[in-house]
């Protein structure tokens, strides 16, 4: 099936630990995106790339990093600098950044400090 | 950046029930995308509608562009249509501004 696969569902981090959050797409998608949500609100964007090997910071950055080194594959890490890193995090790709093309999204991976 | 708000914030319906859900955006997008969000975080695609009117079975959206909302019009309720509702305008390099949503409930 095609789509965009989040792992894991539930991730726990120690306090100072950096912890890694998979996206992988097989959509054939360029751009991909970094979401994160906290209960009651909207989507807010972490990082975006449009393509292989380059990547935008977007609204919120600040204690995060990310890389493209396969167009299928867009990891998100959650430093020890992001105080306060407990929420829901949502990939997403489309076909290209052109402004016509919606975004679809996978279904989440949920990060709690321990 | 663009700021969008989202009315009502909560809404209960009695099954069977009619409702319109809004979208006003702060200045000119793109695109306007609806998102449903099921009780397990799930964010499944709806519309994808810069302006007119389109439609899905019990749902169809419109944009006014020019006046710069969007509305989203549920009828005849279900109780599978519960969850979180968002709307996010699109902008920059197909970029997305949501809004903090309309959760309704549908009770039998």
């Known amino acids: 099936d095609g789509g965009i696969t989040q792992s894991p569902k539930y991730l726990f981090r120690k306090e100072g630990q950096n912890v890694t959050l998979s996206c992988e797409q097989n959509?054939?998608?360029?751009?991909m995106y970094w979401y994160r949500q906290d209960p009651g609100q909207g989507l807010r964007l972490i990082y975006y790339?449009?393509?292989?090997?380059?990547?935008q910071k977007g609204d919120i950055a600040e204690g995060y990093s990310v890389s493209r080194e396969k167009k299928e594959s867009f990891p998100l890490t959650v430093t020890s600098a992001q105080k306060n890193p407990t929420a829901f995090y949502l990939c997403?790709?489309?076909?290209?950044?052109?402004?016509?093309?919606?975004?679809?999204f996978g279904d989440g991976t949920r990060l709690s400090i321990l | 950046g663009i700021q969008v708000e989202q009315s009502p914030p909560d809404l209960i319906l009695q099954e069977g029930a009619n409702s319109t859900l809004r979208c006003n955006f702060s200045?000119?997008?793109?695109?306007l995308q609806w998102f449903h969000q099921n009780p397990w975080g799930q964010l499944i695609n709806l519309f994808y509608?810069?302006?007119g009117t389109k439609q899905n079975g019990r749902l169809s959206a419109t944009t006014v562009a020019t006046e710069r909302y969007s509305l989203l019009y549920i009828s005849s309720s279900q109780t599978t249509d519960s969850g979180v509702y968002f709307c996010?305008?699109?902008?920059?390099?197909?970029?997305?501004?949501f809004g903090k949503g309309n959760q309704v409930v549908v009770i039998p």
């Open positions: 997403a790709s489309s076909k290209d950044r052109v402004d016509n093309q919606p975004q679809h």
């Open positions: 959509l054939n998608h360029d751009a």
């Open positions: 790339s449009q393509i292989v090997n380059d990547f």
């Open positions: 200045d000119s997008v793109n695109n």
């Open positions: 509608i810069p302006s």
């Open positions: 996010a305008g699109v902008y920059g390099n197909n970029r997305l501004a």
